[in-house]
């Protein structure tokens, strides 16, 4: 699974106790993730499918993206 370096790095970052709490959120969010993810995308290629069949992945490519910058962006904050 992609979150377990992720739930690494927060265990290391918080108490020992708090850490159930850090993954129940991170659990939640994985959920809530792919719930929205599988609606979003089923949604935009039945919307787009006659116009322009591979519109999903400028999506794809948006959710890479944002992802990438934010991932830039802790590391410029966690660097100082």
């Known amino acids: 699974m992609k ?4 739930r690494s790095q927060l265990s ?3 108490d020992p106790g708090e850490s159930g709490k850090i993954f129940s959120v991170v659990g939640i969010g994985q959920s ?4 929205v993810s599988h609606s979003t995308f089923g949604a935009v290629y039945r919307l787009s499918l006659d116009t ?3 519109a999903y992945l400028t999506l794809v490519i ?3 993206s944002l992802a990438a910058l934010s991932v830039l ?3 410029t904050i966690d660097k100082r």
């Open 3 to 6: 979150f377990n370096s992720s």
């Open 12 to 14: 290391k970052l918080v």
């Open 32 to 35: 809530v993730m792919a719930l």
């Open 52 to 54: 322009w069949p591979s």
């Open 62 to 64: 948006a959710s890479l």
């Open 73 to 75: 962006i802790v590391k």
